[in-house]
């Protein structure tokens, strides 16, 4: 197996070599056969290196790649002229047409959360929207007529739409087998009310999965008042951007907000918080969001060639840092001591139990 290994900036060079170690770990203690690690460079060192964030040698050697991991990002502190519309990651979504975010928020056992009962899936259209960088074929979708003026186009489509909600019905039917949609339709009738509709026609296809509709300020709402009331939320790019941060934090940290990016062929894993430049180098940031994000990404592989042994290391990692937090084992973030390179210690020792 062949996956790609992005770095990126801040301190995605320690978690990413901190999930790297702990997915061997997982695949050995599975009987899968070892990763092939295909190392490529983005963010400052490739402007360094290459000059360009996102270098074309980097693009092509993920077109020979079904699946990588990718490190946080910090286009906001690169030189100006390397500072596009469209940043590295999303650059990278929209090359490879990776239009479902998929995006788990669970409380641990053993971590103070603000909702201990919330488990859920925030299925975010990653396509189009009102992310003025990737809803557009070119330029990024956002205009200014005046110096006092700005505009944004946000686009909705329905065959984005479907896509979307077929994945949002595939997750939960393996959950739970609810769904709600979070729409504006109140306000954006257009573009909310085609998003909803769309949603509500797919839902027939799946008769045994319960389905209602939410606006997205009372799904906020519902979020801290009741989490574990939601199992699967499927909505467009930004309001499911902002919900899984919030449903992120309510879990204990975004240090856990793990997520996936993929299309049906390929699959992108990518923590959901940013690039913590304060805290590079220093050993300390939490490295769990990302090895989340590559047990979702392992998860992917082994449901789409049926391979068991990738799926259990999957499973492994899940369990592994449900037991390390379980001991009473955290990163700072979380109220913890625990360095870096300590915690992923002891989720690779817990990846070998059963």
């Not at 290994?5 to 070892?34: K, Q, S, W």
């Not at 489509?157 to 979307?164: G, M, N, P, S």
Request: net charge negative; hydrophobic share 45%; glycine share 10%.
């Amino acid at each position: 197996m062949r996956l790609g290994l992005i770095e990126g900036d801040g301190i995605g060079p320690e978690v990413v070599r901190a999930t790297r170690v702990v997915v061997d770990e997982a695949l050995a203690a599975a009987g899968a056969p070892a990763v092939e690690w295909v190392e490529l460079p983005m963010g400052h060192r490739a402007i360094e290196e290459f000059g360009a964030a996102l270098p074309e040698h980097t693009l092509r050697g993920l077109e020979e790649l079904d699946a990588w991991i990718l490190g946080p990002h910090d286009n906001a502190s690169y030189p100006a002229e390397h500072r596009g519309a469209v940043a590295p990651g999303g650059a990278i979504r929209k090359q490879f047409g990776l239009f479902a975010n998929i995006r788990p928020a669970r409380a641990f056992p053993g971590v103070r959360s603000a909702a201990p009962d919330i488990d859920l899936v925030i299925v975010r259209e990653n396509s189009e929207g009102f992310y003025a960088d990737r809803n557009m074929f070119a330029g990024s979708g956002e205009f200014q007529p005046t110096r006092d003026m700005a505009m944004a186009v946000g686009v909705v489509t329905r065959r984005a739409c479907e896509l979307i909600a077929h994945e949002a019905f595939r997750v939960a039917s393996a959950r739970r087998k609810r769904v709600t949609i979070v729409h504006k339709a109140n306000v954006l009738p257009m573009t909310m009310g085609l998003f909803r509709d769309v949603c509500h026609e797919v839902a027939r296809a799946y008769p045994g999965v319960e389905v209602d509709d939410e606006h997205v300020d009372a799904a906020a709402a519902h979020l801290v008042r009741a989490a574990g009331d939601f199992d699967v939320l499927v909505t467009e790019n930004l309001f499911g951007d902002i919900l899984s941060d919030l449903a992120g934090e309510l879990s204990g940290s975004l240090g856990m907000a793990a997520s996936l990016n993929c299309s049906a062929t390929r699959a992108m894993a990518q923590a959901v918080h940013g690039a913590a430049p304060t805290l590079a180098g220093h050993n300390r940031a939490n490295p769990v969001a990302l090895q989340l994000s590559a047990a979702m990404l392992l998860r992917w592989l082994g449901t789409r060639d049926a391979d068991g042994a990738v799926s259990d290391a999957a499973d492994r990692i899940e369990r592994a840092v449900a037991a390390t937090f379980a001991a009473g084992i955290a990163t700072a973030d979380l109220g913890g001591q625990a360095s870096t390179a300590e915690f992923t210690e002891q989720v690779c020792a817990r990846v070998h139990r059963r």
